[in-house]
């Protein structure tokens, strides 16, 4: 009973995760989690480039 618990606990996570993944790409947003997902390029770094948002300090 309890493997069954967890089981539905992970597929609630995990179907919410792609609930939220499948919207965001709806509305547009190139760079999903990025502040500025939908004015982005795509070229939000993690590729050896450069991030075209960095923060200023």
């Known amino acids: 009973m309890v493997d ?3 089981v539905a ?3 609630c996570i995990i179907g919410g995760i792609l609930f939220y993944l499948y919207r965001a790409k709806k509305r547009g947003e190139v ?3 990025c502040p500025y997902g939908r004015q ?3 070229h939000c770094g993690g590729h050896g480039q450069e991030t075209k948002h ?3 300090h």
């Open 54 to 56: 960095k923060k200023k």
């Open 31 to 33: 760079c999903i989690g």
């Open 40 to 42: 982005c390029t795509g």
């Open 4 to 6: 069954v618990i967890i």
């Open 9 to 11: 606990i992970l597929v």
